[in-house]
C-alpha cells in the first residue's frame, strides 16, 4: 500500500489516479532519442515511472510500432548512465610528465 501524494489516504500501488480524490499519483518521464542511422527509422524511447523507479526502454519504428521493450530497475539504470556517460579524461602517463618536466 501507498499513500495518496494529496490526499494522504492509502491505494494500491498500481492505481495511475487516487480512487479518493482523482490526484495523479503515477509520475512519468518520457524522452525519445534518434537512432544514429537515420535511414534505420528507429528510435529509442525512455520512460522514468516515479515513485516505482523502473526505467523502460523501448524501441519504436517508424510506424509507431513498439519493436523490443526492456525495464531496469533504479540500480541498473544508474549503472547503465554511468556507462554511457563520458569517460573521465585520460590521465598522462608517469612516463609521459616526467617528460614534460625535464623539457622545462
Ligand atoms: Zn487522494
Known sequence: MVRCSTCD???EAA??????CAAPQRRKLVEFFRGA???AGRALRVSR???ER???FSV???TGTVRAAVSLDEDEAARLAEFV???????PSLL???RTLVRR
Open 9 to 11: 489516504r492509502e491505494l
Open 15 to 20: 492505481h495511475r489516479y487516487c480512487p479518493w
Open 37 to 39: 542511422d537515420p535511414t
Open 49 to 51: 515511472y516515479l515513485p
Open 54 to 56: 523502473l526505467v523502460r
Open 60 to 62: 519504436w519504428d517508424e
Open 85 to 91: 556517460a563520458d569517460p573521465p579524461a585520460a590521465r
Open 96 to 98: 609521459d610528465e616526467l
